[in-house]
């Protein structure tokens, strides 16, 4: 089983930048895919971005593709998700997820952390 907490979220205004970090432990980071999703209040829980346990593949959802960049750093045990040019449609508790398959890509999610919130104000 493997722990992940997220933090970095905050109150940022329309088109300002936050970074959100996860920290992994609790097995080999470095050979799971990690992803980013997001839940609004009111809305179902959206996949935002996704990458391999290498760092060389990665997938985002096309409402923030050239905007948010995810990354990790297996040194650390931590991904990232840069988010710039944010915008108010942007505001949700933003949770990371660790596979559930070693060296799989488009794997299921299996771990959650607890999330972060972000808010974009207009």
């Known amino acids: 089983q493997v722990q992940l907490v997220e933090s970095g979220g905050g109150l940022v205004q329309a088109g300002g930048s936050l970074r959100l970090s996860c920290a992994a432990s609790?097995?080999?980071?470095?050979?799971?895919?990690m992803g980013w999703f997001r839940q609004a209040p009111g809305k179902e829980r959206e996949f935002v971005a996704t990458?391999?346990?290498?760092?060389?593949?990665?997938n985002y959802a096309d409402s923030v593709k050239g905007r948010f960049t995810i990354s990790r750093d297996n040194t650390k045990n931590t991904v990232y998700l840069q988010m710039n040019s944010l915008k108010p449609e942007d505001t949700a508790l933003y949770y990371c997820?660790?596979?559930?398959?070693?060296?799989?890509?488009?794997?299921?999610?299996?771990?959650w952390g607890q999330g972060t919130q972000v808010t974009v104000s207009s």
């Open positions: 609790g097995r080999t980071f470095s050979t799971y895919s």
């Open positions: 990458i391999s346990w290498s760092g060389s593949r990665t």
């Open positions: 997820a660790a596979g559930r398959t070693p060296y799989r890509w488009n794997d299921d999610f299996s771990s």
